[in-house]
């Protein structure tokens, strides 16, 4: 490895001194070869400076490695400590990286981690093993995945063709908890559905089917609420034996 000689000197135009050099023995051009003062030029310095480093680093390595497993060992809880500090100061900017290195390499990502997948099966099952133990941990965790799996299970029958079985709203709360009503759908493609019914079951018995108040189906017929939320729309098409998936596409 032989690197481009440093010019220390501002290059004097064409005046024509030369040194001797007396490491490879040949006039060099003062200052752009060698230095005014200089025994060696620079060529030869650097080649003396990459022999001794590559000779070096070869016979101490070990000592090296030695020494800095030593230190390491010593300063554990101080380097630890600098980690996780400076892991702190540049969190944000490290997954800002990172999100621009997924969108700018998304399918070289994909097809890796694809990969990893099939080659790793046992970690891949562990890591998915983590992934719902850690969602189901807290109750809102759990709420959404009972409502993730009730829809999944919904569009999947529908989309085998197979029959879909009414589940009892007193099963359906048990299931999948009372109090999930945060995600909210449009109203409108059920409404015919909703006045046909309260026009022969009237608002109590229908607040009853879907699982929600007399009040909330008074609002719904007089046209004050334009959105109900995902657990009254599936107990609503349940009942009305409707297609989820067909009503609320963009939900689904
Ligand atoms: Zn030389």
């Given at each position: 490895m032989s690197r481009e000689p440093k010019i220390r000197y501002a290059p004097k135009s064409a005046d024509g001194e030369r040194r001797w050099c007396n490491k490879c023995g040949r006039m060099m051009l003062v200052p752009d070869e060698i230095k005014p003062l200089g025994r060696r030029c620079f060529a030869c310095q650097a080649e003396t400076k990459d022999e001794y480093w590559k000779s070096y680093y070869a016979e101490?390595?070990?000592?090296?490695?030695?020494?800095?497993?030593?230190?390491?060992?010593?300063?554990?809880?101080?380097?630890?400590a600098y980690q996780r500090e400076y892991a702190a100061r540049h969190r944000e900017e490290a997954r800002e990286k990172a999100r621009q290195w997924y969108y700018a390499n998304?399918?070289?990502?994909?097809?890796?981690?694809?990969?990893?997948r099939?080659?790793?099966?046992?970690?891949q099952a562990e890591w998915v093993r983590r992934w719902y133990a850690n969602k189901l941990r807290t109750k809102a965790g759990r709420l959404s995945y009972l409502e993730d799996s009730r829809?999944?299970?919904?569009?999947?029958?529908?989309?085998?063709?197979?029959?879909?079985?009414?589940?009892?709203?007193?099963?359906?709360?048990?299931?999948?908890?009372?109090?999930?009503?945060?995600?909210?759908?449009?109203?409108?493609?059920?409404?015919?559905?909703?006045?046909?019914?309260?026009?022969?079951?009237?608002?109590?018995?229908?607040?009853?089917?879907?699982g929600t108040s007399d009040k909330r189906v008074m609002e719904m017929i007089r046209g004050d609420r334009d959105e109900i939320s995902l657990p009254v729309a599936d107990a609503l098409c349940t009942h009305f034996e409707l297609p989820f998936s067909w009503l609320y596409q963009d939900v689904a």
């Amino acid at each position: 490895m032989s690197r481009e000689p440093k010019i220390r000197y501002a290059p004097k135009s064409a005046d024509g001194e030369r040194r001797w050099c007396n490491k490879c023995g040949r006039m060099m051009l003062v200052p752009d070869e060698i230095k005014p003062l200089g025994r060696r030029c620079f060529a030869c310095q650097a080649e003396t400076k990459d022999e001794y480093w590559k000779s070096y680093y070869a016979e101490n390595r070990q000592k090296q490695l030695d020494y800095q497993a030593a230190y390491r060992e010593a300063h554990r809880e101080e380097i630890n400590a600098y980690q996780r500090e400076y892991a702190a100061r540049h969190r944000e900017e490290a997954r800002e990286k990172a999100r621009q290195w997924y969108y700018a390499n998304r399918e070289r990502h994909k097809a890796r981690t694809a990969a990893y997948r099939q080659a790793n099966p046992e970690r891949q099952a562990e890591w998915v093993r983590r992934w719902y133990a850690n969602k189901l941990r807290t109750k809102a965790g759990r709420l959404s995945y009972l409502e993730d799996s009730r829809m999944r299970s919904r569009l999947n029958a529908e989309r085998n063709g197979r029959e879909l079985t009414p589940v009892p709203l007193d099963e359906y709360r048990e299931r999948y908890g009372g109090d999930n009503h945060h995600v909210q759908v449009p109203l409108a493609p059920l409404l015919p559905y909703v006045k046909a019914a309260y026009e022969e079951l009237g608002s109590v018995e229908l607040a009853r089917l879907a699982g929600t108040s007399d009040k909330r189906v008074m609002e719904m017929i007089r046209g004050d609420r334009d959105e109900i939320s995902l657990p009254v729309a599936d107990a609503l098409c349940t009942h009305f034996e409707l297609p989820f998936s067909w009503l609320y596409q963009d939900v689904a």
